[in-house]
């Protein structure tokens, strides 16, 4: 009874976890409880999400080389982190309770995303409005084509940034796009701005992007 309600809980946390990016991949060691000194051993995971910080469910196989039983068929839940991922859970085939972590595709994800035109030199009427906490800058403007005020970042400022700069997309035109997923931001109307302030801009499916 213990093992069905495990077997349960996780299947439902998979069927609900986001996969607002798309299918995730791991690949590191897992320890199975039920299977004492021989419980080390190494899996490869697919994961609900493939986007960092985030909470994930997952399914995969594991081998144990020093144990008896040397294959393990596991469901998980976890969190992603930049380039890793820590997940425990249940392996159907040992009976067991696991943990597991390592490398997992989290910085893949913007690739997934649309990249929106925020080149500084399409753009006109640019205004600072904030500045994060993390210290990314957030402007006004029109697009030169445009009289629509917007509010968002500028490629080029990412492009200084190490942590930011995956987000700058260089266009086959010489433009640089930015995909805001990756840093947790939509762009939004100077309107909506002026009614809500950074709530506006936040996107909420990727919560812990920003750094108010």
């Not at 392996?91 to 696991?98: E, R, V």
Request: proline fraction near 2%; aromatic fraction near 12%; charged fraction near 15%.
């Amino acid at each position: 009874m213990k093992h069905l309600l495990s077997t349960t809980a996780l299947l439902s946390v998979l069927a609900v976890s986001p996969a607002f990016a798309g299918v995730g991949f791991m690949a590191g060691i897992q320890y199975d409880f039920g299977k004492g000194d021989g419980g080390f051993g190494i899996t490869a995971k697919a994961l609900t999400s493939d986007r960092q910080n985030q909470i994930v469910g997952a399914a995969g196989v594991g081998f144990f080389p020093f144990a008896d039983q040397k294959f393990g068929l596991d469901a998980d839940v976890g969190y992603t982190f930049d380039n890793g991922v820590v997940l425990g859970g249940y392996d159907f085939l040992n009976h067991s309770m696991d943990l597991a972590g390592g490398w997992a595709d989290t910085t893949s994800h913007h690739h997934h995303h649309i990249a929106v035109g925020s080149d500084r030199r399409l753009k006109r009427d640019i205004t600072l409005l904030a500045t994060l906490g993390n210290g990314m800058k957030i402007y006004s403007f029109r697009y030169k084509w445009s009289d629509d005020v917007h509010v968002g970042v500028m490629a080029q400022d990412l492009l200084t940034n190490r942590a930011w700069r995956k987000a700058a997309v260089l266009q086959p035109n010489g433009f640089y796009a930015v995909d805001y997923s990756a840093l947790g931001l939509k762009m939004c109307s100077l309107a909506d701005w002026n009614a809500r302030g950074l709530p506006a801009i936040e996107d909420v499916s990727y919560p812990f992007a920003i750094a108010a």
